[in-house]
């Protein structure tokens, strides 16, 4: 060796750090299992025993923490609360070597398991795999990793895949998966659904106050009130929490299954089912909370306070539920309807309606008169008791109404027959894997008349149940009872048209009844 060079002995490529004891390496164990089986916990437990002892035994090596995330997915570490502190104790430099299972027991997601491997060796901090014998700071490792990473990613993914078939598979038979930890009216015994009685009042209640005519924020306010608690057992109740409800077919029996799908195996992400996965619709698959009748009028009342009222100037108006009139009162002379307001007129308050095209730059120009609220309700309540007045006459006219709704309403059955039909051609199709495009096509369309069958049904339904509900009241009321009541109005009142000298308010049973000033 020349005389000029002084060989300098290489340091030990793990950091020592300003430990007592500088000649030990701090070394830390990282363990997980995937899911919360009692077979798994055990497999936990054991590889905490194992790590400890394993370190232990190492006289050079000294226990620097254990790290172990327990049903925690391997694919994504943003979850993962022990994996991240210990990614932080290594870069606070309190870590020297960290010890794992398997590359998929660290990260089954090639990006994730480099990423943090090559930002722990920028901290000089070693990974060390027992299964693959791979340690990160050796010149080979990294290519190694890549590979194994590689693999365990594709293994995940395969994985991921059968999980699905699975699920599809059990959608296939009908079996009804639903996580009951939130969902109002149902617990589940033997992978059944069963009605729980307590919770199944609040439900019948939700629908019943939407067809009263209560909008969903009124129906949240009445339940926060009465210190009703929703499904997930708090005593807050939001606006889309009684929407999701009042739509939800699991109520009336049904089941729709896979509404959502998994769009990516790494992030878990999950997105609304619009055509791009076959779902799968099982009728009368449990024990209904709401009957079907009452379900059907539900999802119409909702269409029609999506839909609102369009003008004949062709502006929209949204359905409010803030008074039993509101989108009930037209103009008769513009066809706009009246809003109620507050009046404040030299200091004398006072609640009046008046047409929109008087209230807003509509394009028509309109002069109808201004109506004070007690004149509307005075107009209405005459009218009720003028139907009980006469009440021969009228009965006569609701039992004539009622024949002309009844009809023939076979045309569901028939289109169900036909549908059944095709399925089992597509069935058959896709079996052989013949062409079954045209088949599809076929099942599509009939099930938009089967929409538009069963909506015709629901209106006519309707439309029998108002005119039988009014038959009903006027058995069982009289005149002189009748006092202004806005559950009474909201049921009874269809429409009321206000004219210059009268009032003309139409029934949901069909009759008119005019009411002069």
């Known amino acids: 060796m020349n005389n000029n060079i002084t060989l300098i002995p290489a340091r030990n490529k ?3 750090g ?19 089986t009692e077979e798994q916990s055990a497999s936990y437990e054991a590889q905490i025993d194992h790590y400890t002892n394993y370190i232990g035994n190492h006289p050079e090596w000294k226990l620097a923490g254990i790290f172990a995330d327990e049903g925690i997915s391997g694919t994504d570490t943003k979850k993962r609360d022990e994996f991240n502190r210990m990614i932080d104790e290594c870069v606070a430099g309190k870590i020297d070597m960290v010890i794992t299972k398997s590359i998929s027991r660290f990260a089954r997601n090639t990006l994730d398991c480099l990423k943090y491997i090559r930002k722990l060796k920028e901290f000089n901090v070693a990974i060390y795999f027992e299964k693959e014998n791979i340690n990160t700071l050796d010149a080979k490792g990294e290519v190694m990793i890549t590979i ?27 079996e009804v998966m639903v996580n009951c930890n939130r969902f109002l009216g149902y617990n589940k015994v033997d992978k059944k659904l069963v009605i729980d009685p307590e919770q199944a009042e609040t439900v019948k209640r939700i629908f019943r106050e939407c067809l009263e005519g209560k909008g969903c924020r009124q129906i949240a306010n009445g ?31 049904d089941a729709l299954l896979q509404k959502t799908y998994t769009v990516d195996f790494l992030t878990k992400k999950r997105v609304k089912n619009t055509g791009i ?4 619709y099982v009728e009368n698959s449990h024990e ?3 009957p079907r009748d009452v379900f059907l009028r539900v999802q119409r009342e909702l269409e029609k306070r999506r839909v609102g009222h369009t003008s004949p100037n062709g502006k929209h108006r949204t359905y409010s539920s803030k008074h039993c009139l509101a989108n009930k009162v037209f103009c008769s002379e513009c066809g706009e309807i009246y809003r109620r307001l507050h009046w404040n007129n030299k200091g004398k308050r006072s609640i009046v309606w008046r047409c929109c095209s008087m209230l807003q730059k509509t394009g028509v120009a309109c002069n109808v008169r201004t109506v004070w609220e007690p004149e509307l309700l005075d107009a209405v309540v005459k009218a009720i008791k003028q139907i009980l007045g006469n009440k021969a006459e009228f009965l006569k006219t ?3 109404n009622i024949k002309k709704v009844i009809c023939n309403n076979n045309r569901v059955e028939e289109i169900d027959r036909e549908l059944g039909e095709l399925q089992t051609q597509l069935v058959q199709k896709a079996s052989s894997k013949q062409d079954y495009e045209v088949v599809a096509e076929q099942i599509h369309q009939l099930r938009e008349k089967r929409d538009k069958a069963i909506l015709d049904k629901v209106d006519q339904d309707e439309q029998r149940y108002r005119i039988e509900e009014t038959i009903a009241f006027l058995h069982s009321h009289e005149a002189n009872g009748v006092e202004y009541d806005e ?8 429409k009321v048209t206000v004219y210059d000298a009268k009032f003309l308010i139409e029934f949901k049973s069909g009759v008119q009844v005019k009411i002069a000033e």
Not at 149 to 173: D, H, P, T, V
Not at 277 to 280: K, L, S
Not at 487 to 494: A, H
Request: glycine residues 6%.
């Open 14 to 16: 793990y950091r020592s």
């Open 18 to 36: 300003q430990i007592e004891d500088k000649n030990k390496l701090r070394v830390a164990a990282y363990c997980r299992v995937s899911t919360e």
């Open 148 to 174: 194994m990473a590689s693999l365990a990613q594709q293994e995940s993914q395969s994985l991921s895949q059968n999980i699905k078939m699975g699920i599809q598979y059990r959608f296939q038979q009908g």
């Open 223 to 253: 339940l926060e009130a009465d210190g009703v608690k929703n499904g997930a057992g708090n005593s807050k109740w939001h606006i889309a929490n009684i929407n999701k409800i009042l739509k939800n077919e699991k109520y009336v029996g």
């Open 277 to 280: 996965m076959p779902q799968y």
């Open 288 to 290: 209904a909370i709401i």
């Open 398 to 400: 609701l039992e004539e």
């Open 487 to 494: 559950r009474l109005v909201y049921l009874l009142i269809e």
